[in-house]
């Protein structure tokens, strides 16, 4: 694997800790502005709101411009906006600068999944995916945990100069390593390198199976940030392990997510039917035992594990699918992935808070993302015996 994608994937590891870490950093944020802890916790939908809108937009605009520089003008910016974050007093202005930051590191994403698809062997598209979201799944292991550290030691400003300064080396690695494209193509017409302009690639978006892809990705990212969501007082509350459990069982899931994310890109490309048949029967199953018997401190820990690795080993593996289901766009096709994940990981914690006002307990959302991916398994199944049936029609 060419070693502009790890670069690429500290880039991704950064962006990661910068999304995730406000959950450790909300109450020193609203001491310090003055605000409620529900008025500083705005600034977490906020960038999700940017990355779903943010990954086909910006992808978009990135297209008329040399894959280098895109990357290079989105990092820049999230580095910036984190930097402009780190020195404000106004809210406004943080504010502001988590939905900038979110836009950049949307599309950031959408490009660098195009650049990795593009730089490694033709039949490796599911590991250099893998690769690169290794880095969410770090982020989420050492990242979030070292931000609130950082939050605690030094105050939350410090956890904000930290990840532009993770940014930096990425920046270094990408004019160094990325090959740059040649001329940019126009609107309706491939570039140098073959790669199609906005309207061809819109086109090949249409494709019925890309678009199921997407939409399973979005199912099982769901069920994936519905449970880790809540995660934390399913661990104190129904398990009944201690407060001090809870770090080292979110960092248990972050580490069966790195697993899976390597497993996935192992396996996404030789033998992709395989793993997100068994893999997501294997994932619906955990989740009902998970609901089941979370109650049970053991089951608990080992259930975190396997439903970390079992979620990102299927997650990962659609979206190197969708990437070869629209080989024509490499570019949109990557940021429509992205896209379908953030949809997934904003409407999941959203149906387990409604869970949870309706007073169902700690374990509705366990159930809720157990719900989600027997859908994703019915729709799939559902379309492929249709599928099967117009082939044998066909063949009549």
């Known amino acids: 694997m060419p070693f502009a994608v790890y670069m690429l994937a500290l880039a991704i590891f950064a962006q990661g800790t910068s999304e995730f870490m406000l959950s450790g950093l909300l109450p020193e944020i609203a001491g310090e502005l003055r605000l409620s802890i529900p008025a500083a916790g705005s600034l977490t939908p906020a960038f999700a709101a940017g990355m779903i809108v943010g990954a086909p937009l910006m992808a978009v605009l990135s297209l008329r411009w040399p894959r280098r520089r895109a990357l290079l003008a989105f990092l820049l910016t999230f580095a910036g906006v984190h930097v ?68 605690q030691a030094w105050g939350w400003r410090a956890a904000f100069w930290a990840v532009a ?39 090949a978006l249409r494709r019925g199976r890309l678009r199921l892809l997407l939409l399973l990705g979005a199912l099982v990212n769901g069920a ?71 109650g049970i401190p053991a089951a608990t820990v080992v259930l975190v594990f396997v439903q970390g690795a079992l979620s990102f080993a299927v997650g990962s ?57 027997a859908l994703a398994l019915a729709l799939a199944l559902a379309l492929a015996a249709v599928a099967r049936r117009r082939g044998e029609g066909r063949g009549r």
């Open 84 to 151: 402009l974050g780190a020195v404000t007093s106004s809210f406004a202005v943080l504010l502001l600068a988590r939905v900038v930051g979110a836009l950049a590191n949307a599309g950031f994403l959408a490009v660098a999944v195009a650049t990795a698809a593009a730089m490694a062997a033709p039949d490796a598209k599911g590991r250099a995916t893998s690769v690169l979201l290794g880095g969410v799944t770090l982020a989420c292991v050492a990242g979030v945990p070292g931000g609130a550290l950082l939050g």
């Open 165 to 203: 300064v993770l940014s930096l080396p990425a920046v270094v690695a990408i004019v160094r390593s990325v090959p740059a494209d040649a001329a940019a193509p126009t609107p309706n017409a491939p570039d140098a390198s073959g790669t199609p302009g906005a309207r061809g690639e819109l086109r």
């Open 317 to 373: 593996t659609l979206i190197a699918r969708s990437l070869y289901a629209a080989p024509e766009a490499p570019t949109l096709g990557g940021a429509f992935a992205t896209a379908a994940l953030n949809v997934g990981a904003a409407a999941g914690p959203a149906l387990g808070a409604v869970a949870l006002s309706a007073g169902l307990g700690y374990r509705a959302p366990l159930a809720i993302s157990a719900l989600l991916v």
């Open 224 to 294: 994936t940030f519905c449970a880790f969501t809540y995660l934390a007082p399913v661990i104190t509350e129904v398990a009944g392990l201690g407060a001090a459990w809870a770090p080292a069982l979110l960092a248990l899931f972050g580490l069966g997510s790195f697993a899976g994310v390597t497993l996935g890109g192992r396996m996404a490309d030789a033998h992709p039917v395989p793993l997100l048949a068994g893999g997501g029967a294997a994932l619906l199953i955990g989740w009902c035992a998970f609901t089941a018997a979370a």
